[in-house]
Every structure is written in C-alpha cells, then in structure tokens.
Nanobody, 115 residues
Framework: QVQLVESGGGLVQPGGSLRLSCAASGITFSVYDMGWYRQAPGKQRELVASSTSGGITNYADNVKGRFTITRDNAKNTVYLQMNSLKPEDTAVYYC?????????WGQGTQVTVSS
C-alpha cells in the first residue's frame, strides 16, 4: 500500500521559511504524480503544488513565486520549500501520491505562520 509520511512543519514568523518533506514507501515512486495540499480549519483542502512523474510542476496562484516543489526519485521523497511565508499559509499540509486509480495521503504536518 501507499505509505506517505510528512515532516518539517512547525511555527514560523511571517517572512520566514520552512521545508516540508514527504517520504514514500510501498510504491514505485518515480511513476507517481506527487502533490502538496493544505487545509485550514473550516476550509476546503486545496492543491498547493504538484509534480508529475515527467517533472512538470504547477502551483496555486497564491503561492507561486514563494513555494517550490521538488522530488528526489532516488530517495522516494518529495519536498516543498516555502519562503516568504504569510499568516494565510497557516494550515495542515498533506502529501499526495497518484498513479491512475492508485492513490494515498500522508497524515499531514502543521504549519503555523504567526508573530
């Protein structure tokens, strides 16, 4: 089964940076499309960034230019580098993996941006 474990979340001041990591196991990582989602309390889960198996990346408009998704297929890990963080970035961030009808979610890691 798909197993994903996120790490790297925490409390950071506005303007600060964090790097989230998602370690995958139980899958042939290189063929999966990977993504980062986030969900704030009372809000719908939204796609933040994605990276296809072919290396195509996409970003939500409100994080474009600040966040960068990368993947290391040799390490079965996808990263989300978050710079210039804003209070509105506060949410639980989830890792997602998709290959046709195969999919999995991590447990999430909390990111709080506050003074």
């Amino acid at each position: 089964q798909v197993q994903l474990v996120e790490s790297g979340g925490g409390l950071v001041q506005p303007g600060g940076s964090l790097r989230l990591s998602c370690a995958a196991s139980g899958i042939t990582f290189s063929v999966y499309d990977m993504g980062w989602y986030r969900q704030a309390p009372g809000k719908q889960r939204e796609l933040v960034a994605s990276s296809t198996s072919g290396g195509i990346t996409n970003y939500a408009d409100n994080v474009k230019g600040r966040f960068t998704i990368t993947r290391d297929n040799a390490k079965n890990t996808v990263y989300l580098q978050m710079n210039s963080l804003k209070p509105e970035d506060t949410a639980v961030y989830y890792c997602n993996a998709v290959y046709f009808n195969l999919r999995g979610w991590g447990q999430g890691t909390q990111v709080t941006v506050s003074s």
